[in-house]
T-cell receptor, first 117, second 114 residues
Framework: AQKVTQAQTEISVVEKEDVTLDCVYE???????LFWYKQPPSGELVFLIR??????QNEISGRYSWNFQKSTSSFNFTITASQVVDSAVYFC??????????????FGTGTQLKVEL | EPEVTQTPSHQVTQMGQEVILRCVPI?????FYWYRQILGQKVEFLVS????????KSEIFDDQFSVERPDGSNFTLKIRSTKLEDSAMYFC????????????FGPGTRLTVL
């Protein structure tokens, strides 16, 4: 069974600080996919990044970066120079490879990030 | 940019009533999903739908729930006899392909059962 753990329930930082959101996953599959979604106060779920299990390259997109480490089953998310607009709940999610049909996402419990002035 | 849309944004109903939540997935997508999020909790998978049939469902998706793609654009979730514990945000999502493809979510329908 697949499982995603986000141990940090809430993080508060001051604007311009760097912050890392942790995500640890469990799966028995060798092929799987990892995602991060952002849920701002308005409530929608916004896709941020997708990674497959064969691609351990870290990725940087503007102020966002992701560190995928299969050895520790972690897919951590770092925001550099945080801004008030980054305040949101961030969810890590996992899907396993499925033959014929869609694949469900298993979400972590989310990390509430509050960025203050 | 194509997006998933959902109607209504907020639905209030009495316990025991039937509700239908509507979604219009991204037009060239083939896989459709429903998730729910009870207030303050994580997002939970309900059902996936492909080629006009359910491909997977969770334990939450019992006989009170059903899904349908009545035409080429809409994807609906019906709850036959709502219970208080069905109060949640319901998200529709779609993806172009199955395995591991990114799922794009609609803005959600907040269902309140009184």
């Amino acid at each position: 069974a697949q499982k995603v753990t986000q141990a940090q329930t809430e993080i508060s930082v001051v604007e311009k600080e760097d912050v890392t959101l942790d995500c640890v996953y469990e799966t028995r599959d060798t092929t799987y996919y990892l995602f991060w979604y952002k849920q701002p106060p308005s409530g929608e779920l916004v896709f941020l990044i997708r990674r497959n299990s064969f691609d351990e390259q870290n990725e940087i997109s503007g102020r966002y970066s992701w560190n995928f480490q299969k050895s520790t089953s972690s897919f951590n998310f770092t925001i550099t120079a945080s801004q008030v607009v980054d305040s949101a709940v961030y969810f890590c999610a996992l899907s396993e490879a499925v033959t014929g049909g869609g694949n469900k996402l298993t979400f972590g419990t989310g990390t509430q990030l509050k960025v203050e002035l | 940019e194509p997006e998933v849309t959902q109607t209504p944004s907020h639905q209030v109903t009495q316990m025991g009533q039937e509700v239908i939540l509507r979604c219009v997935p991204i037009s060239n997508h083939l896989y459709f999903y429903w998730y729910r999020q009870i207030l303050g909790q994580k997002v939970e998978f309900l059902v996936s739908f492909y080629n006009n049939e359910i491909s997977e469902k969770s334990e939450i998706f019992d006989d009170q729930f059903s899904v349908e793609r009545p035409d080429g654009s809409n994807f609906t979730l019906k709850i036959r006899s709502t219970k208080l514990e069905d109060s949640a945000m319901y998200f529709c999502a779609s993806s172009g392909r199955g395995n591991g493809d990114t799922q794009y979510f609609g803005p959600g329908t907040r269902l309140t059962v009184l």
